[in-house]
């Protein structure tokens, strides 16, 4: 009896030791294992070391660094829509903010850095306002681009580009994973998609039962209010959004935004407007509540269906991008669909 007994509980043991050594097998493997080279938007970045100055040129790619609890080895942020992430505002304020839109090269290199993230191949890439990967890489600085910028997009004819393939939260994981391997901090990676993946979960369920009942047309701004505005082509963030939730982008175009006439709007007849807020002010429409009152004088929106029936809905200009925000975006539109009783 005392034989077989004990038996059971050095097996019981072993496998208890066992399953230590497993995890910390895994915790282990989970350590970036430097120089690690990625592939990113087309061409091999290797980082020699996990990076203790980054620069980060782009609100998203600023909120993930902060996400992944790194903020406390940036040296800058540049080119921001609105107010920082909830709950981020101590850590940004410890940040050295180089610009609000565009910094110049110059104020990238004087903060030393020993890594350089962008959102948008616009400020670093091959026609980079702000520089090129090349540039950078002759300094031995190299250069992170959200995926979400150049897979399965066309940056050469200028403008915002032209998305070739849908636009799907998996190339913002993909940036979320790509960054926290580069910082070596891949377990709070997994926590951050892991929420992201939850809560556009929860979204989806509120207003299943609209889908193909609705559609809706996204307004970012427009370079004059007497001029066409810019709206959201179907394969950016808004076309996943309304993909997501079951509702029809009236706009049909490839490019991430267009310009198309209030004419042309008002014959698609969208259920929804949603309007873009932000703090920038570049053009006069980037204000809000300039969009309101446009909506309710403009002798052709003023008639649409959608305006009348105040189904006009405010989201974060943030959330119309590629961005961790793209989440935030479709539980706000479940919301207001949910609350105006739409999804009946």
Known sequence: MTHSAAAPRAASFLSLVAGFVLAAGAAQAAETVYPLTLENCGRPVTFEKASERAVSLGQSSTEILYLL?????MVGTAVWIGPVLAGYEEANAKVERLADNDPSFESVVARKPDL????FQWHVGPEGVVGTP???AELKIPVYTSPADCMG????GGGDGVRNTVFTMELIYKEISELAQIFNVQDQGEKVIADLKARE???RKKIASADGKLSAVFWFSSAELDIDPYVAGRNGAPGYILSVLGIRNVIESDEEWPTVGWETIAKADPTIIVTGKMERRRYPADDVAIKHKFLKE???ASLMPAVKNGHVVDMDAQ???PTIRTIEGIEVLADAV????LAQ
Not at 116 to 119: A, C, D, G, P, R
Not at 338 to 341: H, L, M, Q, R, V
């Open 153 to 156: 997009k066309d940056n050469s």
């Open 69 to 73: 609890g790194v903020g406390d080895r």
């Open 338 to 341: 949910e609350k105006a009783g």
């Open 298 to 300: 403009d002798p052709v």
């Open 201 to 203: 979960a929860a979204a």
């Open 134 to 136: 090349e540039q950078f």
């Open 319 to 321: 959330a119309m991008n």
């Open 116 to 119: 350089v993230t962008t959102q």
